[in-house]
């Protein structure tokens, strides 16, 4: 933690940002990256979710107050511009969200840079079926590992909301790999 302090009291210094930064972009990228390609699923998008992820924390460091975890306040950044992404995609091809969700997800399968088997991408099409906050909520539980609590840090909602949530992206996907499997 007090790593953390110390390296935004740096971020937050003019005169040692950038090296702050480029430590912060070393720590996070890939964690980011892998948390962003679970909702935007293409590689190049994700590249370009993370690159507008770190250019909106290097504008908006000076704002972070430690009300939260470092990690936790990118991962909202990342999250929320990951959504605003699909949504704009979706929007310029005139698709519903989860329209948009069912397509790219049919598309791992031609992914060279997915590189699952059979069962992963079933488990991916079952997790682009659900809603937007259970999709969010599943990845960053069942793949990042992440407590409720940190959860609620960063979707800022509560802990037996994201609980519940959790229980029907559960629920749903189970159904959805048991009608595929058969």
């Known amino acids: 933690m007090t790593d953390e302090i110390s390296l935004v009291v740096q971020l ?102 997915f590189s699952g088997d059979e069962i992963q991408i079933i488990l991916q099409k079952a997790i682009a079926t659900l809603p937007e906050k259970q999709q969010l909520v599943f990845n960053m539980k069942y793949f990042d590992e992440l407590k409720y609590n940190e959860i609620s840090e960063i979707l800022e909602t509560s802990v037996g909301a994201l609980k519940a949530s959790y229980f029907h992206a559960v629920k749903k996907i189970e159904t959805y790999i048991k009608t595929k499997s058969h």
Do not use: G
């Open 12 to 113: 937050q210094n003019p005169k040692t940002r950038e090296k702050a930064f480029q430590v912060l972009i070393t720590q996070y990228k890939e964690r980011l990256y892998w948390h962003i390609r679970k909702i935007v699923i293409v590689h190049d998008d994700a590249d370009d979710v993370l690159q507008n992820t770190f250019v909106k924390i290097f504008k908006n460091i000076e704002k972070f107050n430690q009300q939260s975890k470092l990690y936790s306040w990118m991962y909202r950044i990342a999250t929320n511009e990951s959504i605003t992404f699909i949504n704009k995609r979706a929007k310029e091809r005139n698709l519903d969200i989860s329209d948009y969700h069912q397509q790219l997800a049919s598309t791992l399968e031609s992914d060279v840079f």
